[in-house]
């Protein structure tokens, strides 16, 4: 019996070793810290458009969620160099390394795409039976703006990033009936 206790515990014990090492190894990788920014709002008028939904078959009122019928759409662009925290000189940023850096400010931007995102698919179109809507669909532009540090070839570098969001939102409709 004690022989196995041992053999059990001796088992778990280099399992967590295994691990720790494990955890150490992937920190030499350490994570890009990217600087959270505060977002410039403007309107896109350019890209208003009109969307027009029908209820003329049913005597009841037509529902449909914003987010069926307009997207989110998101842009990140990471700087094409970076600027190194120690010296101040310039390195171009490999493409690898660009792709990585998107990829921790699109997670580091998520709950504000979620936020945008709740608000979208909130937000319903009706029409009532008998009627045809025409909803006027304007986009809000959400900019985030900052920089993002990270290691690369053993320097620690900054960069500036833009992360966008072009968010719909419903900005009115007029109505007529099917009969017009």
């Known amino acids: 019996r004690m022989n196995r206790r041992v053999l059990h515990w001796s088992g778990l014990w280099a399992l967590v070793v295994a691990l720790c090492l494990t955890c150490v190894g992937c920190g030499s990788q350490q994570r ?62 490999p493409p690898e390394v660009r792709a990585r850096l998107e990829a921790e400010v699109e997670r580091a ?17 009706t029409v009532p039976a008998w009627r045809i809507r025409t909803y006027k669909i304007h986009w809000e532009e959400q900019e985030f703006s900052s920089t993002v540090s990270f290691l690369m070839n053993g320097k620690a570098y900054t960069a500036s990033y833009t992360y966008k969001l072009s968010v719909p939102r419903e900005a009115g409709f007029h109505e007529i009936s099917c009969t017009a």
């Open 109 to 125: 931007y998520r709950e504000a795409y979620e936020r945008a995102k709740a608000s979208v698919e909130q937000t319903e179109l």
């Open 32 to 93: 890009p810290s990217v600087a959270l920014a505060e977002p410039v709002k403007r309107e896109l008028n350019a890209q208003s458009v009109e969307l027009q939904l029908r209820n003329c078959e049913t005597d009841t009122e037509l529902r449909r969620p914003l987010a069926s019928e307009a997207e989110i759409q998101k842009q990140i662009s990471i700087a094409k160099e970076a600027t190194a925290v120690a010296s101040g000189e310039l390195a171009e940023i």
